[in-house]
């Protein structure tokens, strides 16, 4: 069951990584397996087919993520400031995975979602849910600063979309310039969106 | 010569749908052809190899999509006028798309930056020098805004770069929710990008 269970991982680590690299389409199952080091006819004992392990790589992915993200929204802090530091770790993760793989690589449900959401439905719904939530659990943040008054927004979820929006355009834009300093804008660009100008947001965050 | 110049038109013509509706990496050259009605041996007679077809559609579709921008962006207009414009264009162009095909099928530049950037570096830089253009196109109408005292940016091409992020990231949602109307926000988003407040929206729009 151990030797099982551990086959299984490495087949999730090899797919998340080269998912993460080369996206889905131009892999194969072959060579996920090579490079998991376990034998191809073991493949279909775990995943019944490359797109339930697609969807597996996600679930995990998105496991993680939205770890750090409620580490980060959830923490101690004034909301804004939370949001901030929010961009802040997306711009340190896309520098970290330079740093690993020599590349930007991007957002793996961003890159998803523009190769594969009009051919695969599983996928394509999954993707859905997690902007679903990544937008919410943003809301949540810039409906604290608006009851604190250090917002005053309209409808605070169509901000929180616009947000997340504009940071998988700004990681659209490190990806393709291998640069994560494209972000260092996305921050500023956000607390445009926020309405907040640059005093305010001096004194908010003070 | 005009027969192989057909030949040559069909094989863009066909690429260019086949692209844009399943990205790069799941295309083979023999579906191609066959998409196009063309045989497969005369493929090579046109094009070095796929990347080079991929490079041929893509400045193709560049050069359909640069008049469009153009003939809006340098239109006899108020500048927020025309950025205005521009993003309900994007809308439109999309929501046509789903009339064709079914599918949100999302801007080809984008799709390929995701699918392709860290993996084809001339298709890179091609896809490098649109967004640069798009961003000036852009920059050089909220310069003129700005000149016009209707906005107070500290860094007009920033602003710019983060209208361009905006759309794309929208254009995203668009597809994977495969619903055009997750475009309406755009411009709402986009003038707070600007700092345009919706009085002085309406004002400098009337």
Redesign the interface.
């Known amino acids: 069951m151990g030797r099982t269970s551990e086959a299984k991982n490495k087949i999730l680590l090899a797919a998340q990584s080269l998912l993460g690299?080369?996206?889905y389409?131009?892999l194969g199952v072959a060579e996920i397996c090579k490079a998991a080091g376990v034998p191809k006819g073991s493949f279909y004992y775990f995943f019944e087919s490359k797109e339930a392990l697609a969807l597996a790589v996600i679930d995990m992915h998105w496991a993680a993520e939205r770890h750090d993200w409620e580490s980060i929204l959830e923490a101690d802090d004034e909301p804004l400031r939370r949001l901030r530091h929010l961009l802040e770790a997306t711009e340190a993760r896309q520098r970290e995975g330079q740093g690993s793989y020599g590349?930007?690589?991007?957002c793996m449900f961003?890159?998803l979602?523009?190769?594969m959401?009009?051919?695969a439905d599983a996928i394509?719904l999954r993707?859905?849910e997690i902007?679903e939530t990544e937008v919410n659990m943003v809301d949540a943040v810039i409906q604290e600063a608006q009851e604190r008054g250090e917002v005053t927004l309209s409808d605070t979820r169509?901000?929180a979309?616009?947000v997340?929006?504009?940071?998988?355009?700004?990681v659209?834009?490190a990806?393709?310039?291998?640069n994560p300093s494209q972000l260092d804008?996305l921050w500023?660009?956000c607390r445009?969106?926020?309405?907040v100008?640059d005093d305010q947001a001096i004194a908010a965050l003070a």
């Open positions: 690299q080369r996206g389409s131009s590349a930007v690589l991007g961003g890159n979602s523009l190769e959401s009009n051919q394509r993707l859905q902007f169509d901000t979309r616009s997340v929006a504009q940071l998988e355009g700004q659209l834009f990806k393709l310039y291998n804008t500023p660009s445009a969106l926020l309405g100008h």
